[in-house]
Each structure stands twice: as C-alpha cells, then as structure tokens.
C-alpha cells in the first residue's frame, strides 16, 4: 500500500479501503453477498479476524499509515458475539479510536463500525458502497506522502539549526552532527 494514490484506467482517483471482518458475521456476509452476484465496489480489502474485539487500534493506525483512505470494521450484532463480548470490547475502541484520529488530523468519517449478520449480504453491499461514496468526498487522505514532507521539513529544520549552531561555535570541532529525518529513522 506505499502508492498513496489509486488510479481508474480513466484516470480518476478511487480510494483505498481497508475492512477487519469479524469471521462468524461480517465475513461470512461478505461472502454471501459474493455468491449472490451482489455488486458492491471493489476498492476494498478484506482482513478476516475470529472476532472485531481483536481489532487493535494499531492496526488502524497502520492502515491509515500505509495508505489507506478508509477503515471499515464490520462484526456481530450486539448480544450475538461468538465470543460473548467482544463486539462489546471494539465499540469501546472504536469510540476510543475516533477521538484519537481526529486529533491527528484525519476526518473521523474515515472509520466506520457496523455490525452485520451473517445472514445480511445486501447490508455488506449497502454499507461498502457507502463506505466508499463518503470516502470519495473527502478525497485522498495521503498520509504516506506527508511522511514524505514531514521529513523534508525535519531535514531542513535540522540543517537550519546546525547552521546556526555552526555559526555561533565556529572555533569548534564539529563533532556534532546534526540528526536528520534519515538518521533518526535508522
């Protein structure tokens, strides 16, 4: 996912979608409406876990890192957890999750929690369609590319700064060195 762009061959810009799809629901949903020939949009991603309590807010963080425009979690109604509550436990994250990305910037539309049976395929088409449609109207979020101009600015903040230390000890013996973007990720 390191492009933070995706391409129709028309040339229009499609975003990309990253889902975590509860095993006994949410997948097995998606997997129904597949079989019944249901046309929801393919910009997609389906990452399958045993229960949506598993999503760890890590690995929305990453995805959003990595490119993702979006974030779909999908799991089991309440009260019909395979795993008692752990639809319980990512209703709490996801609230959690919320908060978090909007003070780092990123519009909370971005992420989205449904539950959906195993029996609801047309819901699975509805609610990634209009996953995608939402997603489209707040454009790219582009965070691999501002990795890319954070560490120019950091390079540029640190070649400033050892400048004016250069400038203020020039009988020194330069011994250190600034740390760029590059440096410190190493």
């Known amino acids: 996912m390191s492009d933070s762009t995706t391409k129709t061959p028309d ?5 990309r979608i990253v889902a975590f799809f509860c095993n006994w629901c949410t997948y097995t949903a998606a997997d129904l409406a597949g ?7 393919s910009n997609i991603r389906v990452i399958r876990l045993m229960c949506s309590g598993r999503v760890d807010p890590q690995f929305v963080v990453d995805a959003f890192a990595k490119g993702a425009d979006g974030v779909l979690i999908g799991g089991c109604h309440p009260n019909d957890c395979h795993y008692v509550e752990g639809n319980y436990k990512c209703l709490r994250r996801y609230q959690m999750l919320k908060r978090m990305i ?16 195993a029996a609801e395929g047309e819901k699975v088409r509805r609610v990634v369609n209009e996953m995608v449609e939402t997603v489209k109207q707040l454009g790219p979020l582009g965070i691999p590319a501002k990795f890319e ?3 120019k600015e950091i390079d540029a903040l640190a070649e400033h700064v050892a400048a004016s230390e250069g400038a203020g000890a020039a009988g ?3 011994q250190n060195k600034p740390q760029t973007a590059h440096t410190a990720h190493v």
């Open 11 to 15: 040339g229009n810009w499609t975003p």
């Open 102 to 117: 909007a003070d780092m910037g990123i519009e909370p539309d971005r992420l989205r929690l449904e539950w959906i049976s």
């Open 149 to 151: 101009q954070w560490d």
């Open 35 to 41: 079989v019944s020939r249901m046309k929801y949009a």
């Open 172 to 174: 020194s013996s330069g």
